[in-house]
C-alpha cells in the first residue's frame, strides 16, 4: 500500500474543471515529481491534498485512509506538510516565529531541538533568526518556507515549486537540500517546472497536461523519453 | 438539516406524490367550505364557496395538479405551492380564531382545510427537491397570432401588475371606514388585527406564486417575451402607472401612500445605479436626498424659510441636483480611490454630518439657515406655471383629489429616473461599471479609467436624489433632519437589496414592499426595523441575488461550484492586492 | 492652558472608550476584512448585560466592588454569547462571497441588535444606570486638572485591557496563530491552525473589551440606551482605521488619538461649530480626513496581502 494514493480526482474552481481525474501513488521513501507546464493542475492537486480545496469527486487516501473529506489543520496532524507555490512566509513575524509556527500542532520542548536543526541546515536564517520575514530575500524566504515545513516532522513533505523565482545558485542549494532529505529518507512530492533536476531526482514522475496525467514512469526513464524533452527540457 | 430532509424524502419515497395530490384535494375542499363563525373577517369567509383569504389555499392546492402531467420543475413548484398554502391557512385559520376570541368561532372548513394543507406539505415536502437543467425560455409558437399574443402577454404583465398592486393597497383602505363594532383586544382593533392578517396572507400567496412561476420558468419565459418587446412593455407599464389615480375613486389616501411609494422608488433606482452597477456601497444615500429638499424647502417661498425668496420650481429641481451632485463629487472625488469598504463608513460619516448640520444650523448653536430639529415647514403647494398642485380635480366622472397631481409627478420624477438607469445600463458607461464592480483591477487593466466612471456613478447617483429630494419637500411640505438618517439610508439600501441589485424592477418591487408592507401592518409597525435587519440577513444568507436579480448578478452569487474553496476563503478575498 | 490640559484629560477618557472598542473592530478586519458594523451593538448589549445583571440578578447591598465585577462579567456573557452567534449563523455562512454581501449583513445584524433591546428591554429610553462609582468624586491631577472617580476607572480599566489583550496575541500560542491567521488565512491552515477557530476567538475577544467599554460608559454617563452602539461603533470603526487597520497597537494609539481630536475640536473649533452640537460631527470630518489622506493609519495596516 502506497503511503498516498490518490485515485479519480477531479477539481473545479467554479465551473472550470481544474483536475480532471489523476490518479498517482507516493511510496514512503519515494521521491516523486509532477511536472507540466503553467496551469496544468500541479498546484491544484497540492492544496487538494492537503485540504484547502474540495474534489469534486475521486478519492485521497493517506496510509488507507480518506483525506479528502479531513479539515485542513487535521491534515498536518496526520503528517504532511505543504511548502506552498510562492513561499508564502509570514512577512510580519520573525523567522524564529515562523519556525514555531511549523511547529503548531506540536507540543512539547523538543520544538527548540528542531528549530536548531533547521538553523544547522540553514546557517543563513541564524543570522536573520529575529528578522521579519518579509524582509528576506526570495532565496531565504524560500530556505525558511522548507523549514517551517519540516518543523512539523511530516511523513510525507510537499514542496510547491521550491525553486521558482531564484537564482541559479540558490536553486542549486535548494536540489541539494531536497537531495538530502531524501537521503535521509524523508518522503517527498515535489512539484516543479525546473524538469531536468526534479526527474533527476525522483524515483517517480508525473507529467500533468491541462488537469490530466499524459506520461509518469520513473524519474531517469522520464528523463530520456523524447516527448519529455521536447516539451520540458526545451530540446528539439 | 439537509440531511433531515433527504432522510425523510427517502422514508416517504416513492409516495410523496399520492400524498400531496390528496393533501391537494382535501385542502380544495376545505377552501370551499366555510371557515369563520362570525362575519368579522373579511370575505364572506362564514359561507360556502371560495372567497377572501380562501382563494390563496385554493389556488396553490390547484398547483398540484401538476404532478399528474409531470413537467420540468414541476416538483419544485408544488413543494412550494404546498409550503406557502399551509402558511397561508394557518395564518388565517390563527387570525380567524384569535379576532373571533376562541377556537370555537372556527368552522369546521378551516379545520378541513388545515388538515389537508397539512397532508399537502407533508407530501410536498417528500418531492425531489433538485433543481432541473437550465433551460433556455420557451417562446411562443412560430404562428401569425404569436406577435399579436406576445404583446397581450407583454402588456397584460404591466395590467396584473397594476391590478396586484391596487388590490394590496386597497385592502386596509377599504375596510378604513368600517365600524370598530368588535372587540377590542389590547390596543388593536380587531378590525386592524383581521386587515393585517388578510394583507399578509395576500403577501404569501404573493411570494408562493411568483415562486411557483419562478420554478416552472414561467417568470423567465415572460420577462424574455417582454424583453422582445420593451417599447410595448413600456407603454403598457405607463398607461398603467397614469391610470391608478382613476382606480382609487377619490381615494386621496391611498394616492398618497402611491407617491409616496414613487419617491422611495426613485431613490432606490438612483441608489441602485452607485450600489448595482458600480459596486459602491453608499450608506449616506440619503443625504444627498435631504440636500435636494433642503434646497428646495430654503426657496419654496415657506414663509418658515429663512430665505425668503421664491424661486419657479423648474428651477430648483434642477437647483436641488445641481447641488445634491456637487457634494457628491466633494466628496467622491477624494474617496473613490479607497478600498471598497471604506466608502460605505465615508458615506456613513457624510450622512451623519449632514444630518447634524441641519439640526445645528438654527442660529443658535450655527448659523441661521435649518431652523433646527423643527425644519422648514409650510412649503407652500408646486405651481408650474397657473397649474397649482394642490387643486381637486374632478375628471371622466372619477374624484382626483390634489393627490394625484403629486402622484403624478411622481411618476414623471420616476420615470426619468428609470430611463437614466437603463439608458446607462446598457450604455458602454454601464459596461464599465459592471466590469469595475465585478473586479477593479481587471477592469483597470484593460484601460478603464476606474476612479472617474466611479466618481461619475457616485455623482450621478447624488444629482438624481437631489433631484428627488426637491419633488418630496412639496410632496411632504416639510424638511426636517429626522427625515433624513442613516435608518433611511439603510431603508434604501434594503430595497435595493430586496429587490435585486443592478435591475430597475429590482428596485421597484423592493421599495414597494419594503414601504406597503410596515404601512399595512401595523402590528409590525414597532418592529419593523427589527424586521428589516432579520430580512437583510436571510437575504445576503439565502437569496443574495434579490427577488429580481439581474442575470448576471445570479451567477455570480450562485457560482455552483464543485466546491472548491468551500472551507474558509475569508471574505474580501481577491480584493486586497499587496 | 488650564482648559487645554483639562480637555486633554477628557480626550483621553473618550479615547479610552473608543479604543477598546476599536480593538474588535481590528481583530475582526484584520482577520477576515470583514467591517463588523453591529460590534457597537455588543458594545451596547456589554452596557445591558451589566444593567440586567445588577437590577435582576444581584442581590441588594452587594459590596461595590463586588457589584462591579459581577456586571462586567454578566455585560460580557451577553456581549460574548451576541457575538458567537452572530459569527456563526451570519457571518460564517458568507465566507467566499461577493464582497458587499457581508457587508449588508452587518448592517442587517446591526439594525436587528438595536431594535431587539429597544422593544424588548423593559423600561424606558435611555435606562438609568446605577451611579455605583461615585461621579462626583474628584480626583486632582494637580494645577486644577480633575477627574471623576468614573472616568479614571475607565481610563484605567481600558488600559488593562488593551495590554492584557496586546500580550496575548504577541506571547500566546493562540495569538500567534491569531497574527498568522491575518496575514495568511491559507498558510495558516498549512500550519495546521483552525481559522474558524481563530476566528471565533477575535469575535470573542472584541466582544469582551466591547462589554468593558459598555460597563465604562454606563457607569460614566448614568444611562444606557439602545442606539448608544451606532455613534460609538462608527467612531471605534474610525479609531481603527486611524491607528490601521488590523494593528492592535494601532487601534489604541487611534482611539486616544481620535478622543482627543474630538474634544479639541469641539473646545477649540472656530465660532459657530464648537460646541457639544458639533461634537459627533468632528469625528466624522476627522473620518473623512484620515480617510483621505491616511487610510493606511498611522502605524501601517496589517491586513493579509492576499493574491
Ligand atoms: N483560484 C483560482 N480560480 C480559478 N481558476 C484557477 C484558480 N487557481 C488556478 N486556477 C486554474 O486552474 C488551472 C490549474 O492551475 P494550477 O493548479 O495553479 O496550475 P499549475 O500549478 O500547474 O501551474 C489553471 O487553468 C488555472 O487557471
Ligand atoms: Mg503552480
Redesign the interface.
Known amino acids: 500500500m502506497s503511503m498516498l494514493e490518490v485515485r479519480d480526482l477531479r477539481v473545479a474552481y467554479g465551473a472550470i474543471e481544474a483536475i480532471k481525474g489523476i490518479s498517482l501513488d507516493v511510496d514512503e521513501g519515494q521521491v516523486v515529481t509532477l511536472i507540466g507546464t503553467n496551469g496544468a493542475g500541479k498546484t491544484t492537486t497540492l492544496r487538494t491534498v492537503s485540504g484547502l480545496l474540495r474534489p469534486v469527486s475521486g478519492e485521497i487516501l493517506f496510509d488507507g485512509q480518506r483525506l479528502d473529506t479531513v479539515k485542513a489543520h487535521e491534515i498536518v496532524k496526520q503528517g504532511i506538510a505543504h511548502s506552498p507555490e510562492g513561499r508564502r512566509i509570514f512577512p510580519l513575524m520573525t523567522v524564529e516565529e515562523n519556525l514555531e509556527l511549523g511547529a503548531y500542532t506540536r507540543k512539547g520542548d523538543s520544538i527548540a531541538k528542531d528549530v536548531g536543526a533547521v538553523f544547522d541546515r540553514f546557517p543563513r536564517l541564524l543570522e536573520r533568526r529575529a528578522q521579519k520575514a518579509g524582509t528576506l530575500s526570495g532565496g531565504e524566504q524560500q530556505m525558511l518556507a522548507i523549514g517551517r515545513a519540516l518543523m512539523s516532522s511530516p511523513r510525507l513533505l510537499m514542496l510547491d515549486e521550491p525553486s521558482m523565482g531564484l537564482s541559479p545558485i540558490m536553486i542549486q542549494l535548494i536540489f541539494e537540500t531536497i537531495a538530502e532529505l531524501k537521503s535521509t529518507g524523508t518522503t517527498i512530492l515535489l512539484v516543479e517546472q525546473n524538469a531536468s533536476a526534479a526527474l533527476a531526482l525522483a524515483d517517480v514522475g508525473y507529467v500533468l497536461e491541462t488537469g490530466r496525467v499524459v506520461l509518469s514512469g520513473p524519474g531517469k526513464e522520464l528523463l530520456k523519453d523524447e516527448n519529455v524533452r521536447k516539451a520540458y527540457l526545451g530540446e528539439d | 438539516m439537509t440531511a433531515a430532509g433527504s432522510s425523510y424524502r427517502r422514508a416517504v419515497g416513492s409516495q410523496a406524490r399520492v400524498v400531496a395530490l390528496a393533501g391537494a384535494v382535501l385542502l380544495v375542499v376545505g377552501s370551499v367550505l366555510p371557515w369563520a363563525r362570525f362575519s368579522g373577517f373579511p370575505g364572506k369567509m362564514t359561507l360556502a364557496g371560495p372567497g377572501g383569504a380562501r382563494i390563496g389555499p385554493l389556488l396553490l392546492a390547484l398547483v398540484a395538479a401538476l404532478l399528474l402531467r409531470q413537467v420540468p420543475g414541476s416538483a419544485r413548484a408544488v413543494r412550494a405551492a404546498s409550503t406557502f398554502a399551509f402558511l397561508i391557512t394557518g395564518l388565517t385559520v390563527f387570525f380567524i380564531g384569535y379576532s373571533g376570541g376562541g377556537a370555537d368561532y372556527v368552522n369546521a372548513g378551516a379545520w378541513v382545510a388545515l388538515a389537508g394543507a397539512l397532508v399537502y406539505l407533508l407530501g410536498g415536502l417528500g418531492l425531489d427537491p433538485s433543481r432541473p437543467a437550465s433551460s433556455p425560455p420557451r417562446s411562443l409558437p412560430d404562428a401569425p397570432w404569436a406577435l399579436p399574443a406576445e404583446w397581450l402577454l407583454t402588456a397584460g404583465s404591466t395590467a396584473v401588475a397594476l391590478y396586484v398592486f391596487v388590490h394590496g393597497l386597497g385592502i386596509q383602505s377599504a375596510n378604513v371606514g368600517r365600524p370598530n363594532d368588535v372587540v377590542i383586544r389590547g390596543a388593536i382593533s380587531i378590525n386592524a388585527l383581521t386587515n393585517d392578517g388578510e394583507f399578509l396572507a395576500f403577501l404569501l400567496l404573493l411570494i408562493g406564486l411568483a415562486l411557483v412561476a419562478t420554478r416552472l420558468g414561467l417568470l423567465a419565459d415572460l420577462s424574455a417575451i417582454t424583453k422582445k418587446h420593451p417599447t410595448v412593455f413600456l407603454a403598457a407599464g405607463m398607461i398603467a402607472a397614469t391610470a391608478f389615480p382613476f382606480t382609487q375613486n377619490g381615494n386621496g389616501y391611498a394616492l398618497r401612500i402611491a407617491a409616496s411609494i414613487g419617491v422611495f422608488a426613485a431613490a432606490a433606482v438612483g441608489l441602485n445605479i452607485v450600489v448595482g452597477l458600480a459596486g459602491l456601497l453608499d450608506l449616506g444615500y440619503i443625504a444627498f436626498f435631504g440636500v435636494g429638499a433642503y434646497v428646495a424647502a430654503l426657496v419654496s417661498g415657506s414663509v418658515t424659510s429663512t430665505i425668503h425668496t421664491h424661486i419657479p420650481f423648474v428651477f430648483v429641481i434642477f437647483l436641488g441636483a445641481a447641488v445634491a451632485g456637487l457634494f457628491g463629487i466633494l466628496l467622491g472625488a477624494p474617496t473613490l480611490r479607497l478600498r471598497g469598504d471604506y466608502l460605505a463608513i465615508v458615506t456613513l460619516g457624510f450622512g451623519e454630518i449632514f444630518r447634524i448640520t441641519a439640526n445645528n444650523l438654527d442660529g443658535n448653536s450655527g448659523p441661521s439657515l435649518t431652523n433646527g430639529p423643527n425644519g422648514v415647514s409650510n412649503i407652500p403647494d408646486l405651481t408650474i406655471g397657473s397649474f397649482s398642485f394642490g387643486d381637486n380635480h374632478h375628471f371622466l366622472g372619477v374624484d382626483l383629489p390634489f393627490q394625484a397631481n403629486y402622484y403624478w409627478l411622481e411618476i414623471v420624477v420616476l420615470v426619468v429616473v428609470m430611463t437614466a438607469f437603463l439608458r446607462l445600463s446598457e450604455s458602454r458607461i454601464g459596461r464599465a461599471w459592471v466590469a469595475i464592480r465585478e473586479d477593479e483591477l481587471a477592469a483597470a487593466a484593460t484601460g478603464i479609467n476606474t476612479t472617474r466612471l466611479k466618481l461619475l456613478a457616485f455623482a450621478l447617483g447624488a444629482t438624481l436624489a437631489g433631484a428627488a429630494g426637491t419633488v418630496d419637500a412639496h410632496v411632504v411640505k416639510v424638511a426636517t433632519p429626522d427625515s433624513f438618517t442613516f435608518l433611511e439610508s439603510a431603508l434604501l439600501l434594503a430595497a435595493v437589496i430586496l429587490g435585486g441589485m443592478g435591475t430597475v424592477p429590482g428596485a421597484l418591487v423592493g421599495a414597494t414592499i419594503l414601504y406597503l408592507i410596515p404601512e399595512k401592518l401595523r402590528f409590525l409597525q414597532d418592529l419593523r426595523l427589527l424586521v428589516f435587519g432579520v430580512v437583510l440577513v436571510l437575504i445576503m444568507r439565502f437569496r443574495p441575488e434579490g427577488l429580481i436579480p439581474s442575470s448576471r448578478r445570479k451567477r455570480e452569487f450562485h457560482d455552483d461550484s464543485g466546491g472548491a474553496d468551500a472551507l474558509s476563503m475569508p471574505p474580501g478575498h481577491g480584493e486586497h492586492m499587496a | 492652558m488650564q482648559t487645554f490640559l483639562q480637555q486633554l484629560v477628557n480626550g483621553v477618557v473618550l479615547g479610552a472608550t473608543y479604543g477598546l472598542v476599536a480593538l474588535g473592530y481590528t481583530m475582526v478586519y484584520g ?5 463588523n458594523f453591529a460590534h457597537g451593538e455588543i458594545y451596547m448589549l456589554g452596557g445591558f448585560g451589566a444593567l440586567f445583571t445588577y437590577t435582576v440578578l444581584l442581590p441588594g447591598g452587594t459590596p461595590v466592588v463586588l457589584a462591579l465585577v459581577l456586571m462586567l462579567l454578566g455585560g460580557m456573557v451577553v456581549s460574548i454569547t451576541a457575538a458567537l452567534l452572530m459569527e456563526r449563523f ?2 460564517r ?13 452587518a ?10 433591546v429597544r ?1 424588548f428591554y423593559p423600561a424606558k429610553s435611555p435606562r438609568p444606570f446605577p451611579q455605583l462609582v461615585d461621579p462626583s468624586h474628584q480626583f486632582s491631577l494637580g494645577a486644577s486638572v480633575e477627574i471623576s472617580a468614573p472616568r479614571l476607572l475607565t481610563v484605567v480599566v481600558a488600559v488593562i485591557g488593551m495590554v492584557a489583550l496586546s500580550t496575548f496575541v504577541r506571547r500566546s ?1 493562540t495569538g ?2 491569531m ?2 491567521t491575518a ?14 477557530r481563530i476566528i471565533v476567538t477575535a469575535f470573542v475577544l472584541g466582544a469582551a473589551l466591547a462589554a468593558v467599554s459598555g460597563l465604562a460608559s454606563g457607569l460614566q454617563f448614568g444611562t444606557v440606551d439602545p442606539r448608544m452602539g ?2 460609538t461603533g ?1 467612531k471605534a ?2 479609531a481603527a ?1 486611524l491607528g490601521g487597520i488590523g494593528n492592535i497597537s494601532g487601534a489604541v494609539l487611534g482611539g486616544f488619538t481620535l478622543g482627543i481630536v474630538e474634544v479639541m475640536a469641539t473646545q477649540y473649533a472656530p465660532d ?2 464648537s ?1 457639544g ?2 461634537k ?2 468632528w469625528a ?2 476627522v ?2 480626513l484620515v ?2 489622506f491616511r ?1 493606511s493609519g498611522l502605524l501601517g495596516e ?6
Open positions: 482577520i477576515v476584512q470583514l467591517i451570519a457571518y455562512p458568507l465566507r467566499g462571497a461577493p464582497r458587499l454581501a457581508p457587508l449588508i449583513t448592517l442587517g445584524v446591526s439594525i436587528f441588535l438595536q431594535e431587539l422593544n500560542r500567534r496563530a497574527q498568522a496575514q495568511d488565512p491559507d498558510t495558516a491552515r498549512l500550519m495546521g491552525i483552525d481559522t474558524d451606532f455613534l462608527v470603526f474610525t482605521v459657530p461649530f460646541g452640537a458639533w459627533d460631527a466624522f470630518v473620518l473623512i480617510l483621505v487610510p496589517r491586513v493579509a496581502a492576499r493574491a
